[in-house]
């Protein structure tokens, strides 16, 4: 019974998704079900990622072994970012022997992890590590990735144990290879 | 004869120079203590708005927001609320969409209008038509929230930012920067958090 109704939300959650509705709205429908849709969500199965507040996340920023690791700042929401996505991922597959990982943070929304997230990287097979960063205290984390980000998302940033480099904005392929070969 | 050779020397710094002018006009926006630009932009009742047709108000709390940003969404309740706390007290709601309605036709006139109606919308809710007002706060994302105080100078720049520090739980927020800079601002006192950063929907061009 509740995979049935989990089965009947996503379907809901698909189809108003491709109407680039609301959140509100899903939300409203889902109501309309029964019960909480918060409630049903956390009832789900467990999300495929790693979820982190920013404490636990920032390690991933301050990595000291001998790799250069490319952190993009992502949503499933963020047409850019989907649009940069590609170029991401072929970097990783040509620039993985040399000591490059890419780490893609998402920042979707709790309603959006099972509905959205989770299909959309396997949709693209996508290769990079996948983590979610979950902390609403955006004003107090924003600046310490780095002190001139705006909150703007695509943003990505590129660094090692001896130098690093944050961009807020999006990359095409030659533009990031530009930048990572600072790194190599 | 010379002159004739600096002429496009001339010309290109002419038109460089006119580049980066236009540059700067779009992506500077505004800091705290500028002065905001008025406007005249359609509102969903067909009427035109500008911060001018205001008088005996305080200020104006301009939100850039839409339809179809979750994070907008997230905020939509609780600027209903500002809008209901302040502009009682002077300091109404404008909300302005600022996105392309060809590129995100989520957002386009016509959803405005339903969305506003679902949601009881209590304040002007504008089309930023030819996206030529949003450059000029600075806005880059959605929600972006300008509080203006009107004074004899113009309408000046009070704080910049998000609504408050939760946006996934009204219930959670620890910290209100929107009400706490406009009850600032209203007893006269200098504002204590000016500007705060936000991850949201970056404005389709």
């Not at chain 1, 998704?17 to 939300?27: I, M, Q, Y």
């Not at chain 2, 601002?185 to 705060?196: D, P």
């Amino acid at each position: 019974m509740n995979r049935l109704v989990t089965l009947l939300i996503s379907a809901l959650f698909l189809l108003i998704g491709c109407k680039s509705n609301t959140n509100e709205d899903v939300k409203a429908v889902a109501l309309d079900g029964s019960k909480d849709n918060t409630e049903l969500i956390e009832e789900q199965d467990e999300v495929k990622f790693p979820i982190y507040d920013f404490e636990s996340f920032k390690p991933l920023l301050n990595k000291e072994d001998d790799k250069t690791y490319i952190v993009n700042f992502w949503a499933t929401w963020c047409k850019p970012c989907i649009e940069e996505m590609p170029y991401f991922e072929k970097t990783y597959a040509e620039q993985k022997q040399n000591g490059v990982e890419l780490v893609l943070v998402s920042l979707d929304m709790p309603a959006m992890w099972k509905t959205r997230l989770e299909p959309f990287v396997e949709k693209r097979g996508l290769q990079g590590k996948v983590v979610i960063l979950d902390d609403p205290k955006m004003n107090d984390w924003i600046p310490k990735v780095d002190e001139n980000w705006g909150g703007g998302i695509p943003a990505t940033l590129i660094y090692n144990k001896e130098k690093r480099a944050f961009f807020e904005r999006g990359f095409t392929y030659e533009e990031l290879n530009e930048e990572l070969k600072k790194f190599l | 004869m010379k002159m004739l050779k600096i002429f496009p020397a001339l010309l290109l710094i002419f038109v460089l120079g006119a580049f980066s002018t236009i540059e700067n006009a779009i992506y500077d926006g505004y800091d705290i203590g500028d002065t905001a630009t008025d406007f005249s932009l359609k509102n969903i009742d067909g009427q035109m708005v500008s911060l001018s047709n205001y008088e005996n108000v305080k200020g104006f709390l301009v939100i850039f927001t839409c339809n179809t940003c979750p994070y907008a969404v997230a905020y939509e309740d609780r600027i209903v609320a500002l809008d209901k706390k302040y502009k009682s007290k002077g300091v109404p709601v404008i909300a302005i969409m600022p996105n392309n309605p060809d590129t995100k036709p989520g957002d386009n006139f016509e959803n405005m209008k339903k969305r506003a109606k679902e949601k009881g919308f209590t304040f002007p809710y504008l089309l930023d038509e030819g996206q030529e007002i949003y450059p000029q706060y600075g806005a880059t994302r959605t929600p972006h929230v300008y509080l203006l105080e009107k004074t004899d100078a113009g309408n000046i720049v009070r704080y910049i930012g998000a609504i408050d520090d939760n946006y996934k739980n009204a219930s959670a927020v620890e910290e209100k920067y929107v009400e706490n800079a406009v009850d600032s601002m209203l007893a006269g006192e200098e504002i204590e958090v000016q500007t705060t950063k936000a991850i949201g929907c970056s404005i389709k061009v």
